[in-house]
């Protein structure tokens, strides 16, 4: 009985259950579904990244045999024309890398050789500053010298000069002489 009331509950208010469970159960399977294809799609980038990459150096034997059961395809024709672009792609990738390792050679020969020519570029900047000084002892010696002959000239002229006062105060003094002597003349 109680089947049959609850079936006329849902009836009279147009629920089904059942489509209540298949929504339910439809709900769940896709987001299982979903949850699933993102951890496969994982799986699948992972698996193209590690174990399907072709090791770096690796190449096909190239074989001229043709298959007796098939005749050669366009896929056939493109694959070979894909390993042929693949093999030069590798050979300019190795020459490249030489070129590149060449490269480094250079640019450390070249980092030597502009330390080697800091250095001597320093050690011109330093016999350049002593030079420099020894130029700027010479010019203080020559203006010493020079000084030195000028202050010997003025010595000799302040020599004239406390010669010529000396015979100044004789003279002056023969002059007081002679003028006390003329005065006492006049007094008399």
Request: proline share 1%; hydrophobic share 40%.
């Amino acid at each position: 009985m109680e089947g049959s009331e609850s079936e006329e509950i849902f009836n009279s208010l147009n629920l089904n259950p059942q489509l209540f469970i298949n929504e339910g159960v439809a709900h769940i399977r896709n987001m299982i579904q979903s949850n699933l294809d993102k951890r496969l799609a994982m799986w699948e980038k992972y698996c193209l990244k590690h174990c399907f990459v072709v090791p770096e150096g690796f190449s096909l034997r190239k074989t001229n045999e043709s298959c007796d059961d098939h005749s050669v395809g366009f896929d056939d024709i493109a694959d070979s024309e894909l390993d042929a672009q693949l093999d030069t792609l590798r050979d300019k990738l190795t020459l490249v890398g030489k070129e590149s390792a060449e490269l480094n050679r250079e640019l450390r020969a070249l980092e030597r050789q502009s330390t080697l020519s800091n250095h001597n570029a320093a050690s011109v900047n330093d016999a350049l500053q002593l030079y420099e000084k020894q130029s700027v002892n010479e010019m203080f010696q020559g203006l010493s010298s020079v000084a030195l002959e000028e202050l010997q000239g003025f010595v000799a002229d302040l020599e004239t000069l406390l010669t010529l006062s000396q015979e100044l105060e004789i003279m002056l003094a023969q002059s007081k002489a002679a003028l006390q002597t003329l005065v006492r003349l006049l007094l008399k």
